[in-house]
């Protein structure tokens, strides 16, 4: 089965050609994104510095996905995709090896047509597998708090202005596996006030040391 999504950097000498003589370094985003029976492609040029922007660079990225998608989809990618590919243009950025090019080609393949059915402990180890980034340090690890979900309280361990804080849209659901929460089921507070099913942060911080809704930064 192909992964859910993927991205990767390639090489494109004709567009350091193109791109020679602008003021700015560069990215080049290209997207291939698979849903229901559509099939929707682009490639946009965007400035480097702006993707590498806390303030910008989610609301860029997400606009390269049509809003055709269905909302479930949209939630993902903006949960889970996007701050993936943030992460993958800062390590890129910082690559040593791509020092002195003016246009960073990173190509993103995103195939929903199983997302519904099947996104589950495999899916996480799949595309975490694609994020070739620093893990989360040890301790930071285990340091993490351990909290219980209640159907009625949300977070039982929680104090009442901590809960209006925590998770992303919906607090019943984990952001990274997309599964629901099950009363009084353990699961892991981020120092951010984001919560996950503890095994699928452990997993996830094994690989970067983002937060995957607000990219906080765990001692690496």
Known sequence: MDPYYTI????DDALEETYLLSPHNLFNM???????????????????DLILCEEHGPNLVLSMFPETAA?????????????DILSFA???????RNRGRKVI????????????????????DVSLSYVNFKPA????????????????????????????????SDSSECSICMEEF??????????CDHVYHHSCIVRWLETSHYCPLCRYQMPS
């Open 30 to 48: 290209v997207l291939d994104f698979s849903y229901d029976s559509a099939k929707f492609s682009q490639s946009v040029i965007f400035r480097r």
């Open 8 to 11: 990767c950097q390639e090489s």
């Open 71 to 83: 909302s479930s989809t949209l939630d993902f990618v903006r949960t889970a995709i996007v701050p």
């Open 105 to 124: 080609k990173l190509t993103v393949e995103v195939d929903d047509r199983y997302h519904a059915t099947d996104i589950d402990s495999q899916v996480i």
């Open 182 to 191: 099950c009363n009084g089921e353990e699961s892991a507070l981020m120092p």
């Open 137 to 168: 340090s040890r301790s930071g690890i285990q340091s993490l708090k351990r909290v219980r979900y209640s159907d009625e309280n949300d977070l039982l361990v929680l104090s009442a202005s901590k809960k209006r804080r925590v998770m992303g």
């Open 90 to 96: 800062e390590g890129s950025n910082d690559d040593p």
